[in-house]
């Protein structure tokens, strides 16, 4: 079974400036993916970031980044130059890839909160 | 580019009513997965389907059920609602071998 942690309820950041959400995963697995997943309070679950467990690289998107550390078993979430819209509950998860359509599981969310 | 579409978004049914939330995956993708967020908690999988056969089962209660069918939308049908059942339902797609599991906007489910 797959695990998820976010230690982190709330983070407060100030407009600009970078922040990073935690993330830790366990799993017995060597082929996984990590997700990111941002909620406004609109509701929709938004697509942020991948990284996949043989990816060398840690994976960018635009003001997002994902710092993987393999052998920590964490995917920290960094976001760049923080924007008022960023404020929102952000989700981690994974899934196996052993078939390539396992559902993910989640961890219990950070919700960020910009301040200009 | 198209996106995952549920509907409704909203839907109000009273005690030991039913209802039934749709879903209509990106095309092409060959797997459809629900889900069920209650207030304040992460989103907890339900089922999932690959090419319309039921691929895993997660925490869904014999009183629901889904299927997929043959133009690959999906649908989730639940009885005898109870109030603990309200909760916001997703939708998800992926095409197996990709790493984007897409969500719908999810369907707004209040019994009273």
């Known amino acids: 079974a797959q695990k998820i942690t976010q230690t982190q309820p709330g983070m407060f950041v100030q407009e600009k400036e970078a922040v990073t959400l935690d993330c830790t995963y366990d799993?017995?697995?060597?082929?996984?993916?990590l997700f990111w997943y941002k909620q406004p309070s609109s509701g929709e679950m938004i697509f942020l970031i991948y990284q996949g467990s043989y990816d060398e690289q840690n994976a960018t998107e635009g003001r997002y980044s994902l710092n993987f550390q393999k052998a920590r078993k964490s995917a920290n979430l960094v976001i760049s130059a923080s924007q008022l819209g960023d404020s929102a509950m952000y989700f981690c998860a994974m899934r196996v890839m052993d078939t390539g359509r396992r559902a993910l599981t989640f961890g219990s969310g950070t919700r960020l909160q910009v301040q200009p | 580019a198209a996106g995952v579409i549920q509907s409704p978004r909203h839907l109000i049914k009273e005690k030991r009513e039913t209802a039934t939330l749709k879903c209509y995956p990106i095309?092409?993708?060959?797997?459809v997965y629900w889900y069920q967020q209650g207030p304040g908690q992460d989103p907890q999988f339900l089922i999932s389907?690959?090419?319309?056969?039921?691929?895993d089962k997660g925490s869904i209660p014999d009183r629901f059920s889904a299927q997929q069918f043959s133009d690959y939308h999906s649908e989730l049908n639940m009885s005898s609602l109870e109030l603990g059942d309200s909760a916001l339902y997703f939708c998800?797609?992926?095409?197996?071998?990709?790493?984007?599991?897409?969500f719908g906007s999810g369907t707004r489910l209040t019994v009273v």
């Open positions: 799993t017995s697995d060597q082929s996984y993916g």
């Open positions: 389907f690959y090419e319309k056969m039921q691929s």
């Open positions: 095309p092409r993708h060959d797997t």
């Open positions: 998800a797609s992926s095409l197996t071998g990709r790493d984007v599991v897409a």
